[in-house]
């Protein structure tokens, strides 16, 4: 997993590229998601529509697209691109063949997670209290354990987390008030 997309590339369903501490994943479910160790920063907002790849075009678009048509882009066409770039600053740019940005996600931070930073866990004094214990969640009409994920942790990958501490077999099976554990 590198940190580039070239003109010609894709990405297809879980794959990534990877700068620094952060990630730009297509996921399974067609959302394309920026997240760095603790969450989600930035997404398409493209799940469930059937997304199966994203193209660095050579007509200088970034589009990802379902079997038959697009579904989201940069609206850079007719750009000369050249890369699309995971910064180690959390910032995703498509940059021209001039090395200009011709596009960004705007995500970028004066505070990068630096990857050789190992992240910083206070130990809990003797009479402090305790890590919260899991929660509990009542399925409500409509729910789906990515649903779920999304709400509580940022992130519908984690679907199987809730399944495994919730003994669930079949996470596409849950039942309306059916209470689950949040780990």
Do not use: C
């Not at 959302?31 to 989600?40: A, F, H, I, Y």
């Not at 200088?60 to 750009?79: K, M």
């Amino acid at each position: 997993m590198g940190d580039t997309l070239y003109v010609g590339d894709e990405l297809g369903l879980g794959q990534s590229l990877q700068g620094g501490a952060y990630t730009l994943t297509l996921q399974d479910d067609g959302n394309l998601v920026l997240s760095e160790p603790g969450g989600v920063v930035w997404a398409t907002d493209t799940h469930d529509q059937g997304v199966q790849r994203a193209v660095l075009q050579d007509d200088g678009n970034f589009v990802l697209y379902t079997d038959d048509s697009a579904v989201w882009a940069t609206d850079t066409n007719g750009e000369d691109v050249d890369r699309l770039v995971v910064q180690d600053d959390r910032n995703v740019v498509l940059y021209g063949k001039d090395g200009g940005p011709l596009w960004a996600s705007d995500t970028n931070t004066d505070d990068p997670i630096a990857v050789d930073d190992p992240i910083a866990v206070d130990e809990p004094e003797d009479d402090a209290p305790s890590a919260p214990e899991s929660r509990t969640y009542t399925v409500e009409p409509g729910d789906t354990l990515w649903d779920i994920a999304e709400r509580f942790y940022g992130d519908g990958n984690r679907y199987g987390d809730i399944a495994a501490a919730s003994g669930i077999d079949d996470p596409d099976v849950i039942d309306v008030g059916q209470v689950l554990t949040i780990p």
